[in-house]
Structures are given as C-alpha cells and as structure tokens.
C-alpha cells in the first residue's frame, strides 16, 4: 500500500491561505461560538435575502507569482520617456533610504490617522517636520499636514478666501498661467459655492472688483514676477491673495509670504515623490497666523502628556468636517500622509544646503537650454525663469515633439506655435543633448553659469533652520531616525487596528510592489496616451470588476478621496438634473447616522441638506424619511445612505428607501464606506444605488498610510455616465482632481488585490468579515452591550459596543481607548456614530488568535470597570484613567493602588514584544490653547524632559 498522501492544502491560494485570516478549523471554532450551523447560514442570517445578488462574481484568482508576472507584461506596455512637460509634475529622485524604509515599509503605510496620539508620535513628528517646511520654504507661519492635490488645494484655497474676505465680491480672480488642471477644478469647486471665476492677466486684475485672486508662481508657462503690488493692491481691497508656489524654486525665489501672500498652496510632489502617471502626491497649504482656524485639512501641533512631556497631537480638530457636518467649510477627510512624510523625510535628507544645490542645478540646466536655443536663433521666452521656458517653434510644433520623442523626451504642446520645456532633478548633459538635438542643434550646449532670475527676486532669507533639517546625513543616521520615528507608532504591522468603518485589512505585499517599478511610476499624467497603454489596460480591467462588484454601469476613476467620490457624485446627479431641466432640485435627504462627509459634501455642492431621523433600533425612520421626501417635492435633488447602515446593520428597508426617493424625482447615493460588507453578496447598484463611491483605501486594499492616500472612484447607473467627470486640462470639464484618474499609480494595488483574490476570493473576504465581527459581538455580548443588531439578531461586517452606562461610574470611552493601548491594540472607532460607543471592525484579514487576544483584553478592562464600579477602585486612581501606561511610568516611583504588573501587562499584551507608548495621555485642551504647529526649538525638548 503507497504511503503516498495527497495533500488539499494549495500554498499558492492567496485568498484563503495569505488574506483571510482564519483557518477553515477556526472558522469552524467562531462559528459555534456564534450559533450558526455554516458560514452560508450565518450570511443568510444577517443579509436579507431580497437584496442578494444572483449572479457569482466568477473571474479566477491568480497567485503571486502570476500575478506579478501579469504586472510586469502589463507595465512594458507603458513607454517610459523622459518628462519635461512639468506643467506642476516633475522627474524626481526618490533617495533609496526613503523608498526602502518609508514607501515600502509597512510600518508606515499601514498606520491609521494619528486621532490616537499616543500610538502616532513618530509619524506626527514627521508631518510636524513637513509643516515646518512647507512653513519655512513659504515664508508663511502656519501649514497644514497636507492635502490631496494642488488643484484641489488651491480651490480649497478660493472658498477660505470666500469666507475670510472683507469684500462683498463674489468674484476670483485668477490668473490666466496658471496651470490648467488647476483652472479646470477651480471652477468646478466654484459654481456650487455661487463664485464667478474671472480668468486674465495679471496686469489686468482689478483688486478692487474680487474677493480674492490666485497666482501661480512659478507661472505654468515659466514666467517669475514679484507679485507684492498686486498683493498690496488686494489687500487695500479688503481681498486675500493667494499663491500657488513650486518648493523647489522657493530654494532660490523670494518666498510668497515676504510678498504679503495670505495663502500659498502647492503640491510638494518633486521632493522624492514619484510621479505616479498623477499621484497620489502630498500637497501643501499654508496661511497667515490669523487664518488658522478656517484652514482646512489636518494640523500637526505640540501639546503635553500626562507627565508634562512633550507630545504631539491633531490640533484644532473641531473644524474638521466630521464633526462640523452641514455647518462644514471643507468635506476633505483624507490626506496624503504617507507622500507628506516622504516630502519631509527627503528635506531631512538633503537639508536645506542640499535642497538649494539641487535647485541650482535645475535652475541653471534650465539656463543651458535656454541659452543653447537662443543661440541657435530661438524665439525663448520669458527672460526671467526657474526651471520652465516656452519656445517659439511656429508651424514646426508637431514636428518638434515627434522629434523630441523619437529621443525619448516629451515635450508640452503649448497654444498652437510653442513647446514647453520645464527641466527637474533628474536632468543631466545628457538629456540636455538628446533635447537640443530634436531642435536639430548638433554642437554640445556650454554649461551656465549666470542664474536668469533677477536680483530682486533671489531670496536672501533663510529656511530648514530646525536642527532635524542639519541632522548627520550618513545613511546610518538616517536610516536610524527613520527606525525611532517607526517605533514610537502602532500600525497593522504590530496588531489588529479594529476600526469600525475604516476596513484596516490586509494590504499584501505583493499587491504593494508594483508602485515602485518605473514603468508605473515614472508616466507624467500628461504623457501621450499611446505611451501609457499599460496604464489604460489595468484601469479598463479594473473598471470593468468594479461594474461587475456593484452593478453599476460606469466608472469615473478620478476622485482622490472618499470625500472627493462623496462630492463627485453628487455634482454627476446635479449636472443630470440641469439636463433635464430640473434646476429646482437641490434638497438632500440625509439620516442622521451619516458619515461626517455626506452632509459636507452636499454643503460644498449647494445642496440644501434636511437630515432624517433614526428610529430606535438605529434604522432609517421610514415614516419620517418618506415625510420629508414629500415635502422636498419636486426639489429632490438626492438622497446619501450608507448600506449596511453606519450602525454596523443590514437594513431590510434599503429597496423601500430607494424607491421612495425615485419616485420624487431623486437619485440615490450609496455611500461605499461599508462596500466590504456587499462585495459577492450584495450590488449597490442593484438595490436602487443610483451611484457610490468606492473607499479603495478600505475594502480594496488600499493602505492608509497614516492618513492617507487615499481614492474614492465613483460608479453609476448608465443614466448618469455621460455626466462624470471630465479630463481636466479641458475647459468645462467638471474635473474634481488635477490628474484625469486621481492618484493613478496606486490603482494598481486594487487591481492586484482583485486580480488575486478572484471573484470567489472576494465573496469569501466579505462572508468572513461578517463572521469575525459576530464572533466578537457574541463572545463580548455579556460583557459590552451590542448597541444595534438586525432583526435575526446578526451584526454586519462591524458591531458597536456601548459603554455609555460605564460613565456613571466615571469610566470614560476615552479611558478604554486608552488602556487598550497598553493592551497593544488601536482604539476601536471612538464615539461615532453614537457618542460614547466604541465601533469595532475586525475585517476578514484579522486571525481568530489575534481577535481572541482582543476579546481578552476587552474582557480584562471590564473586570477593570465592574472594580470601579463597585467602589473598590476610584475612577482617577484606577489603570483605566492612568492610561495608557509608559517605560517611565514602569521605572518611577510606583506610587498607584495597583502593581506595576497589572498597569504595564495586562491580559492581552504581549510580554516580549510588548508595545510601548512613547508619551503617557495626550493633553488635548493644552494643545490647542497653546498651538504650535512647527517644530519646536531644541530648547523645549529640554523644558519638557525637565
């Protein structure tokens, strides 16, 4: 008889044997502890089965090692050139050190967003030293932790403007080179807002006709000019300027803040960031000590800790829109921490000596080709420039750019008669060669030497003056600061971040190292079309397995956030109306269990916002949604509904919801926040979705990066696609980001995890999502009350537990959130959308060991509660108020009515890997009454260690 054992294992199944967490005897442990006879009767238990797809999702997964060799066949369909289209994207050098240890490192990219600052010190410090610089190359006091993009964030910039302006105008001026990406969103985001857009020369600006106006600078076409009149003539006016700046050229131009600017914005995508074929790239803003507080987007600012010591926090978070809502200025969520943390860590590495030699360079090579041409009999303009020159090639312009990329150069067609050449880092006399080459000038070019910008606008002021931009730039250092900062911050790398509605799964390797390959990173997002066929093919692949996932008929790829997907969707159903001649609607019905971002979203969209009750079960109230959809009318412009609802439940009245706002004339937006509880089961667009947006950057895989990239593409029903987005180098185009597919380059992650996941893969990722979130909500049932289940009892993909009763014993959400971290855990999703609850997904990717050592650390706190409770612990001395606990703490004076042991090991940490917090909790109110929101001096460190 053969000994011979075949074996049903399959190493190369990625969904169930790398993804889904798991095993199939686990499941079979979680299922029994949950009371369901198979993992198809518990789904049919929580998903109502009128709203079940019929059709499987079918394509088959492919393992890693097919699936890079796809991505390889894929990637040399893309024609990498050498870009001098500049036009805001830029060639770039990525230092090695930062690729290999922040870009490919998952204890960066998988961090959350820093709201939990004791567990975020390391990477709060880096958006700490990126605000710094952005202050410091600005000349401006005050700068945010980024935004998405710097078209987007210059027309966040405009509606600050709006709202800050002492003049009654209604009108932006904005000036006609700036880039035209970001003319195109501008009046995009303007219209809603009822602002007139007035597009002109600067010499044609009447300050005293606008509420405000916005320069480039460096122009797009090359142009430098110091703008202080105008600015002065704005502010005569009771106008904002603001300036829309290269931090590259401010290595050498005078800065925009010693020209009076308000605002500056910008995209710091040359400092080390790839250019993606359009991102994701970090942008900047920054503004007048004065404006502050209406800045939007995420501030990075210095408070204390328990002890007194220093730590960093997220300061001024009431102006975010999350807890602002319909009152919101600004519907931005996502940031782009990662690429803001790389910007910061390439201005650590070159310090400011090494970011102006870099900007000479560019500057002079620049001064190389211009000279060269003139030379030749050129007509080069203008005479004074960075790094962009246009030149006057007549009838002969698509014989140039053929000839240019024939040599592996793209040129920018500009008007009819010019080309447009805009040299960055990666320029060398070799470049310079093969360019003026394709001008037919044979003879090598005579390196400059004399710069091309006046006196009067070289900046003589100094910058990166903080002593981590003068660090010792040995690699060793580096790669040592780069490992403390890491350290310091718990991210997936370390433990299950159990986020309720944020999908904190896995975001596989493979899946990740595509994104720095060169063929992918290295498209300009202007680059001729034939040159990106491999681009073109993995976006047409994924937007036909997203139609198939949702049911939708149409994607638009272009949104680079959630909130962006929230805001073009609702402008697609607006544009669909004024088509058919419903101007009237712009009543938007949305629960009052929404996400933060719907309401903001429909404010930033001229949408008036009417919120609908909950009834007590947390549902949609039926009779009163219906009420005031009736009294809407004819000004129904939308409805916003997250499925399942953002109480973590399958609501059995999604068909009656939809089908009562189509029948006054509304269209239907899902949001897609909870997708990862829908895909395989359940279609959006099948249900009554009139469009979604996707969160890829949750059920896609996409990883957080400590707060962000980000994407949120948009589906939607047939009806509505004619009225998507457009390209935004177009006029009238509706482009919501300054790239035609948002932050394309990190598409590729979706593709791939859809690619080896399979249809199947993706079903079972979702089936057993459902299953580990019950498998909490049962086994903590008796201990946590579950605050919302469906009508069989059954949770959704996420449970909330409600600890509002332990408050009347003085325990706090706040101080649960907080023992956790001693516990080695992430906070579940604090007090939303219930204040006072805790909101707990564990997604598919979380295995049955690590949830159990969740469900003991849970189970621990509570027997900490019930002490408290019991009068045999006060509130202020107990481990659950001292939390969480500190190195330091361990090794003071123990002077605390419980043991060390308990404070510092309790059940659920781990002994020998055991995370520590850097800084003890985190003084909230102190931060923001004392804000400083750029890197302290070393004197402060010194202050607070005493």
């Known amino acids: 008889m053969s000994r011979w054992n075949p074996t049903r294992y399959n190493p190369d199944d990625f969904a169930n044997r790398r993804h889904i967490g798991p095993s199939p005897a686990e499941m079979d442990e979680m299922l029994k502890a949950v009371g369901a006879d198979s993992l198809e009767a518990l789904i049919d238990q929580t998903v109502p089965k009128a709203i079940r797809q019929h059709s499987p999702l079918d394509w088959p997964a492919l393992s890693e ?5 796809r991505m390889e066949e894929v990637a040399r369909k893309n024609k990498v050139m050498t870009s001098l289209i500049g036009q805001g994207y830029y060639g770039t050098v990525t230092p090695p050190a930062i690729q290999r240890n922040i870009l490919e490192n998952p204890a960066w990219y998988t961090a959350y967003t820093p709201y939990q600052p004791e567990i975020a010190q390391g990477r709060l410090e880096a958006l700490l030293n990126y605000q710094t610089m952005v202050a410091d190359l600005t000349g401006l006091p005050v700068a945010n932790a980024s935004l998405l993009d710097e078209a987007t964030a210059a027309a966040e910039a405009m509606a600050m403007a709006h709202r800050q302006s002492k003049s009654k105008s209604d009108t932006f001026f904005v000036a006609h080179d700036l880039h035209p990406q970001t003319i195109s969103v501008i009046e995009t985001r303007a219209a809603p807002l009822g602002i007139k857009v007035v597009k002109a020369s600067i010499d044609d600006l009447d300050a005293g006709a606008v509420f405000g106006a916005i320069f480039q600078y460096p122009g797009t076409y090359g ?90 926090r997220l300061s001024l978070q009431t102006r975010e829109q999350h807890i602002r809502r319909e009152k919101a200025t600004s519907n931005v969520c996502t940031a782009q921490a990662l690429l803001a943390v790389m910007a910061s860590f390439y201005a650590v590495f070159h310090g400011p000596v090494g970011l102006r030699a870099i900007a000479q360079r560019v500057h002079l090579h620049a001064v190389t080709v211009a000279d060269a041409l003139r030379n030749a009999g050129a007509e080069v303009a203008p005479d004074a420039f960075f790094d962009t020159i246009t030149v006057k090639v007549g009838v002969g312009q698509a014989g140039i750019l053929a000839a240019a990329e024939q040599r592996g150069i793209n040129l920018r067609k500009v008007g009819r008669d010019r080309v447009g050449i805009s040299v960055d880092e990666t320029t060398d006399a070799g470049v310079i060669a093969r360019l003026l080459d394709a001008f037919g000038i044979g003879e090598a070019a005579t390196p400059a030497t004399a710069p091309a910008i006046p006196d009067a606008l070289l900046r003589d002021s100094d910058y990166l003056t903080h002593p981590v931009f003068h660090m010792n730039r040995a690699e060793s250092e580096m790669m040592r600061y780069m490992r403390r900062l890491s350290d310091r911050d718990l991210a997936l790398d370390r433990a299950m971040i159990p986020l309720g509605s944020c999908t904190m799964k896995l975001n596989a390797a493979a899946e990740m190292m595509p994104i720095t390959w060169p063929e992918f990173g290295a498209l300009h997002p202007f680059a001729p079309r034939h040159q990106a066929a491999g681009y073109a093919e993995a976006i047409e692949d994924l937007t036909a397995k997203l139609c198939q996932i949702t049911g939708y008929d149409a994607f638009s790829m272009q949104p680079n956030s959630g909130a962006q997907g929230e805001y073009a969707g609702l402008l697609t159903i607006q544009a669909y109306h004024r088509a058919n001649g419903d101007d009237q609607r712009d009543v938007c019905l949305i629960p009052v269990s929404a996400h933060g971002t719907n309401p903001a979203s429909a404010q930033m969209c001229g949408m008036k916002v009417v919120v609908v009750k909950s009834a007590p079960n947390g549902d949609i109230d039926l009779e009163d949604f219906a009420d005031k959809a009736r009294a809407a009318g004819d000004k129904l412009a939308a409805v916003m509904i997250t499925y399942p609802s953002t109480h973590g439940v399958f609501e059995d009245t999604v068909r009656e919801v939809c089908q009562i706002a189509h029948d006054h004339g509304g269209q239907v937006y899902i949001d897609g926040a909870n997708m990862n509880a829908l895909v395989g089961l359940v279609k959006p667009g099948e249900i009554g979705g009139d ?7 949750k059920t896609f895989a996409i990883p957080h990066g400590g707060g962000g990239p980000g994407m949120g593409p948009i589906g939607v029903k047939a009806h509505l696609a004619p009225h998507l987005p457009g390209d935004p180098r177009d006029d009238d185009s509706g482009a919501v980001s300054a790239a035609p597919y948002g932050s394309a380059s990190i598409l590729l ?17 979702t089936r057993v999502a459902i299953l580990n979130a019950n498998y909490i909500a049962s086994r903590l049932a008796g201990a946590y009350p579950i605050l919302f289940m469906g009508n069989r009892g059954r949770v959704a993909h996420e449970c909330i537990l409600d600890t509002r009763p332990f408050a009347e014993h003085g325990v706090t959400v706040d101080d649960i959130a907080k023992r956790l971290i001693d516990n080695g855990f992430h906070a579940p999703t604090m007090s939303w959308p219930v204040a006072g609850t805790l909101m707990v997904e564990p997604t598919e990717s979380e295995t049955k060991a690590e949830i159990d050592r969740f469900i003991t650390a849970l189970m621990a706190i509570r027997d900490e509660i019930t002490e408290v409770a019991e009068g045999r612990m006060k509130p202020d001395e107990s481990p659950l108020r001292r939390a969480p606990h500190t190195v330091e703490d361990l090794v003071a004076e123990w002077d605390r009515p419980y043991s060390r042991e308990q404070g510092c090991f309790p059940p659920g940490a781990f002994r020998v890997d055991k995370y520590w917090p850097p800084v003890g909790r985190v003084d909230n109110a102190y931060g923001d009454r004392n804000l400083i929101c750029t890197c302290p001096p070393l004197e402060a460190y010194a202050q607070a260690a005493e």
């Open 65 to 69: 090692a097919a699936l890079l060799a």
């Open 223 to 312: 142009h430098i000019r110091d703008l202080t009149p105008e600015i002065e003539a704005l502010h005569a006016n009771g106008a904002l300027a603001v300036v829309a700046s290269d931090l590259l050229a401010l290595c050498l131009l005078k800065s925009p803040g010693e020209m009076g600017a308000d605002i500056a914005v910008g995209s710091s995508q040359r400092f080390g960031v790839p250019m993606g074929y359009g991102g994701p790239h970090a942008a900047f803003m920054a503004c007048r000590d004065a404006l502050k507080r209406t800045m939007p987007g995420r501030i990075v600012g210095v408070s204390i800790d328990a002890s007194g010591n220093q730590a960093y």
């Open 691 to 697: 469009v979604s947006h996707l969160n890829l950057h």
């Open 749 to 765: 992650i979706s593709w791939a995890y859809c690619l080896m996941m399979g249809g199947a893969g993706l079903t079972q990722a």
